[in-house]
């Protein structure tokens, strides 16, 4: 199961559905876990990590009977550092988690949609994915799962905090959750940057997925909570709910008053765009990033004919990692980016629109 998630430039959930999918591109939660009986992963012998992954594994059979899909627990130390990379790629676990294989590995649903880190900074991270704009959905699913998890172990808590988790700042709820968008026509009309001021107050916090805070590298942003102590979850998920609306709405705004003043050099730029795409040799991580970027605005104001999911499979695919185990070899300078580029149009033949 989990090679062939590998492989697939794409997970089965990540399916291009959900509310404000032309915008949205996924919502996530991610709740950390400690036993009460063993210290935090960074300071445990291997024997206490050992003995976490043990009981990690013992819930495979609680998880199953939630009804969601299957899981099956994976070991870092059972794959390859490349394996491994790509895991984390693809956010099934996190850069930290890999780089120490040993006692570590992740209970994953068989969608891709749920993985459970285990011993990452806390004994457990659940963690939960769903296209498009659905925090419900996210939430519903990993408080199912931490209720169905804390049935049968014993979770540091404490009264007056709530959560113990190695990281004070995730104290508390012990919820991160976080919204990811493509927002080009408000980085096109210079008006995000006032978004994240204005996001900021709330106790959120604006970071590029590509690049810096303020680096619009394919003008993708995710959106999480900054404060999980004194807070409820539904207090941050319904405040995130408000300000990725009002995010919604007014990159709807700007996409149609740059449309209307600006349509023929936008259908130029995105049609030179595809073509680019289509028919590079060559193709270098950046440049592909915001290619990509302005494919998917094109797409999505009907200028070019091809399913919008390509754009999500084009990111996925020209990662390094990702292209070096479709390779299954080490790949660097013109070899890494013609393989990128075959990549990139082999994605675009795929999703063309019939």
Known sequence: MVLDMLMAPLCPWQDGTGEFCDIVLDSRVRLNRNLKKYVFPDKASDTELSAVLDEAKGQLGTLNTLGQGHYRFISFEDLTPLEREVLAVKHLSSAGHIERPQHRGILLREDGAVSIMVNEDDHFCIQVAAPGFDLRRVWDQAAQIDDALESHLDFAFRDDFGYLTASPSLTGTGLTVGVTLHVPALVLMKRFNRIVQGTTKFGFTV??????????????????????LGVTEADTMEQLRKIVTQI???????????????????????????????????????????????????????????????YEAIMAASDPAWLQLQAGSELSGEDLEHRRAQAVQQVLREYRRK
Not at 207 to 228: A, C, K, L, P, V
């Open 207 to 228: 970071s590029g997925i590509y690049g810096e805070r303020n680096d619009s590298i394919g003008h993708i942003f995710q959106i999480t909570n900054q404060i999980t």
């Open 248 to 310: 919604v709405q007014e990159e709807q705004n700007c996409r149609a008053l740059v449309w209307d003043h600006n349509k023929n050099t936008l259908k130029d730029k995105w049609l030179r765009t595809w073509g680019t795409l289509g028919q590079a040799w060559l193709l270098d991580d950046r440049e592909t990033l915001n290619f990509a970027s302005d494919l998917r605005f094109g797409i999505d104001m009907g200028v070019i004919p091809v399913q919008p999911l390509a």
